[in-house]
């Protein structure tokens, strides 16, 4: 999971490079079309109730983007964008995590009670 974070910050960091270096002024609508994914992805891995302040932290900088891109400053709006991409893939992880560790729980959990009701049965 960490390693995937990792990767995602590496690929955007790249991208941010890359975009500095020409200065394209470019309608970033390839941008805030992913960003809108990112952020119904991380809804969907349950972000909302798992990590909502990285989805908050997203959706304000998706405003932002929105916001730059209405009054045609499209270089601000793309870096905005790539951020809330970030973001929400980060709270897309932590929701992922969260309910992996849950999981992992119960079934801990079950094996627990499985183990006393076999003492039980055998009279320990």
């Known amino acids: ?9 590496l690929a955007v960091s790249f991208a941010l490079a890359l975009g500095a270096c020409g200065s394209n002024e470019k309608k970033p609508d390839t941008e805030i079309a992913m960003t809108r994914a990112a952020l119904q992805s991380a809804e969907t891995a349950g972000a909302r109730q798992y990590a909502p302040i990285e989805l908050r932290l997203a959706r304000e900088k ?8 209405a ?3 499209y270089e601000s ?5 790539q951020q809330a991409i970030v973001d ?16 992992l729980k119960e079934v801990q959990d079950s094996i627990q ?7 039980r049965a055998s009279g320990q």
């Open 77 to 81: 709006a793309r870096r905005y964008s």
């Open 71 to 73: 009054r045609e400053e």
């Open 113 to 119: 009670m499985m183990r006393q009701e076999v003492g």
């Open 1 to 9: 999971m960490t390693r995937q974070i990792a990767q995602t910050a």
């Open 62 to 69: 998706q405003e932002n983007a929105e916001k730059k891109l």
């Open 88 to 103: 929400a893939e980060l709270a897309k992880a932590k929701s992922e995590a969260e309910k992996s560790r849950l999981a």
